[in-house]
C-alpha cells in the first residue's frame, strides 16, 4: 500500500536544491511540481492566479476555495489516470525537502477524546469520578501556541522548566524528566469568517480544508506544576509537529463513519446530523538512536467522543473568528484497550508500567536521542490512502 494513492493526492510545499519553497501534490514516491503544471497550461479555466501555486505556504491557495482547490486536484488526478503527466512536473520525494504547509496564525488544542480524558481523571484526580462536570457538555480546548508548531523531521530539544519533587516543597529548575507525544490529528481552516460569526455544526464542513498528523510534546512534570488554575503552557509550547502533506476532506469522504453516542444531550449548538467522525487508524512507534522501532501505540480517529463540527461550532459560538491556516488539533487519541492509549502518560500509567520495546529495552518516557514516529492510514475496499508520518528526535537541550 503507498500512502500517496490516486485517491489521496494531498497538498504539501516542497523545495529542491536551489529551489524555491512551492506547492506540490504527493503520488506514490513523486511529487506533482504544480507550478510547472501550471506554466504549461494544464489549469486553464479552473486557476485564475497560478502565483498562488508559488508561494512558499498553502494559504492563498486554499482561499481561492474548495471549488478551485477541488477542481484542480481532479484534473491532476485525471492526467495521472490518463498517463498525460509531463516529465517535467515529476520530482522524486527522496530529493526534495518539506516545509510547513501553511503559515498558522492560530491554533487550537482540543481534549476530545473520553478515553484519554478519563485515564487522566484516574491517574490525577478520582478514580470513580474521573471526568470534570463540563467534560460531556462541551469540547474543553485551549489555545495553543502557533510560533513553535514546526514540520517533520525538525529535531525537538528537552525543555527546562519548573518542575515540583515529590519530597520538596518547593519547585526546582531543571530539564523535563517525564517528556511525553500525544497521538493527535489537526484539522486546517480553509475560509476565513468575521469577527461575531458563530460556525454552525451544518456549515462547519465549509470551513475545514484538510487534515494532518500531529505530536503535540508534552512535558508532563512542568504541567503538573503549572496547570492549575489556567491550565497547560510551559509544559506544551515549546514544540508541536505535524505531517508535511495535508489529506483534503475529499479524499476523506470514504471513510465517515457514526462517532460515539453523545450521553447526556448535548445543546442545540453542538448538535448534528450526519456522519461526523472518520475512520482513520493510527500507530506510533518509538526508535532508539541506533535501535529498531517498536510500535507502542496502534489507535483510531473514529474514538473521537467530540467531531472537528462540533469543535469549530463550540470554538465559534461565542464570535470568535478564525483565519485560513489556522490550526486546530484534536488532542490525544486513546482507544479502550491499553495498547491504544495515545500517550506515554498513559501507556506506562504515569511511570508505573514500563514499556517493553524490540531488543529488550524499556520506557517509562522518552528519552534523548529517541525518535517518535506517528503513521496514519485509511482503507475502504479499493481506496487506500495514507498521511504519511510524522517524525521528531528529541536532543538535550
Known amino acids: 500500500m503507498t500512502d500517496f494513492s490516486i485517491h489521496n493526492l494531498p497538498f ?12 506540490g501534490i504527493a503520488f506514490e514516491d513523486k511529487i506533482v511540481d504544480l507550478p510547472a503544471l501550471a506554466a504549461l497550461g494544464f489549469f486553464e479555466g479552473i486557476l485564475s492566479d497560478a502565483s498562488t501555486l508559488a508561494q512558499p ?19 491532476v488526478q485525471e492526467l495521472l489516470r490518463a498517463g498525460e503527466m509531463p516529465e517535467s512536473a515529476w520530482v522524486a520525494q527522496a530529493t526534495a525537502q518539506m516545509h510547513l504547509p501553511v503559515a498558522i496564525g492560530d491554533y487550537t488544542d482540543f481534549y476530545s477524546s473520553i478515553e484519554h480524558a478519563t485515564n487522566v481523571g484516574k491517574m490525577f484526580r478520582d478514580p470513580d469520578n474521573a471526568l470534570l462536570p463540563n467534560w460531556r457538555h462541551l469540547p474543553v480546548g485551549y489555545h495553543g501556541r502557533a510560533s513553535s508548531i514546526v514540520v517533520s523531521g525538525t529535531p525537538v530539544k528537552r525543555p527546562f522548566g519548573q518542575v515540583k519533587p515529590k519530597d520538596s516543597e518547593l519547585p526546582v529548575y531543571q530539564a523535563s524528566a517525564r517528556l511525553d507525544f500525544e497521538l493527535e490529528m489537526a484539522f486546517i481552516i480553509g475560509k476565513d469568517s468575521e469577527m461575531g460569526q458563530q460556525i454552525s455544526t451544518a456549515e462547519a464542513e465549509d470551513y475545514i480544508f484538510g487534515m494532518v498528523l500531529f505530536n503535540d510534546w508534552s512535558a508532563r512534570d512542568i504541567q503538573n506544576w503549572e496547570y492549575v488554575p489556567l491550565g497547560p503552557f510551559l509544559g506544551k509550547n515549546f514544540a508541536s509537529s505535524i505531517s508535511p502533506w495535508i489529506v483534503t476532506m475529499e479524499a476523506l469522504e470514504p471513510f465517515r463513519v457514526a462517532g460515539p453516542e453523545q450521553q447526556p444531550a448535548v445543546l442545540p449548538y453542538l448538535q448534528y446530523e450526519g456522519l461526523k467522525n472518520y475512520d482513520i487508524r493510527l500507530e506510533v512507534s518509538l526508535q532508539p538512536e541506533g535501535a529498531a522501532e517498536s510500535v507502542i501505540c496502534r489507535s483510531n480517529f473514529r474514538y473521537m467522543y467530540w467531531n472537528m463540527c462540533q469543535q469549530l461550532a463550540h ?11 489556522d490550526m486546530m488539533a484534536s488532542g490525544t487519541i486513546s482507544g479502550h484497550e491499553p495498547d ?3 500517550s506515554m502518560l498513559e501507556l506506562s500509567w ?3 508500567k514500563p514499556i517493553a520495546l524490540e531488543g529488550g529495552d524499556t520506557r517509562t518516557f522518552i528519552q534523548n536521542n529517541d525518535t517518535i514516529i506517528m503513521r496514519g492510514y485509511a482503507e475502504k475496499g479499493e481506496v487506500q490512502l495514507g498521511f504519511g508520518a510524522v517524525s521528531g528526535k528529541v536532543v538535550p537541550a
Not at 504539501?12 to 506547492?23: E, V, Y
Not at 492563498?60 to 482547490?69: A, E, Q, S, V, W
Not at 470554538?315 to 491556516?325: A, E, F, M, P, S
Open 350 to 352: 504515569s511511570g508505573t
Open 57 to 75: 505556504v498553502l494559504n492563498d491557495f486554499i482561499r481561492l476555495g474548495k471549488k478551485t482547490t477541488g477542481a484542480l486536484r481532479l484534473r
Open 315 to 325: 470554538h465559534t459560538v461565542n464570535g470568535c473568528n478564525v483565519r485560513v491556516g
Open 12 to 23: 504539501g510545499i516542497f523545495s529542491t536544491a536551489g529551489t524555491s519553497p512551492r506547492a
Open 340 to 342: 491504544s492509549y495515545g
